[in-house]
């Protein structure tokens, strides 16, 4: 509901926004402009990704060409500035049944753990950044 324009909530909660034929047209150009502005940016962040994966090694460069999305998360550790993240990609979209990934001089927030399901790749001023849902 959050993500709603105020106009559409109480409508939407009552299961009433489709017989009012006006706000139900302005709804439809909204999740209209709404699923460009994302195309517009996911193409964006596809984009950057793929920027940033040409630089990487040999090997870095094969499994971050491919996706980890629905990969199980076995193990993630830190040990010191290095993060290794093992991912079993059997249910996964790549043709890697398990994914090492080592990360040097790495910073940590939260825990990772469940499945891999999304990722952006950032550069930033020391390198770069995975941010993973």
């Not at 509901?1 to 106009?7: A, G, I, N, R, T």
């Not at 699923?35 to 193409?43: A, D, G, H, L």
């Not at 010191?80 to 996964?92: C, V």
Request: overall charge negative; aromatic content about 12%.
């Amino acid at each position: 509901m959050d993500v709603l324009p105020q106009k559409f909530q109480a409508e939407t909660i009552e299961r009433t926004l489709f017989r009012h034929d006006t706000l139900m047209d302005e709804f439809e150009e909204w999740c209209n402009v709404t699923i460009e502005q994302f195309t517009i940016k996911s193409y964006t962040i596809y984009e950057k990704r793929k920027t940033i994966v040409e630089r990487f090694n040999p090997s870095a460069h094969t499994v971050f060409s491919q996706s980890f999305h629905d990969g199980k998360i076995v193990n993630a550790e830190q040990q010191g500035t290095e993060f290794m993240l093992l991912l079993d990609m059997s249910g996964g979209f790549t043709v890697k049944s398990i994914v090492q990934l080592v990360f040097h001089d790495a910073q940590t927030e939260g825990k990772l753990e469940g499945y891999y399901v999304y990722d952006e790749l950032i550069e930033n001023e020391k390198g770069f950044a995975l941010r993973v849902l």
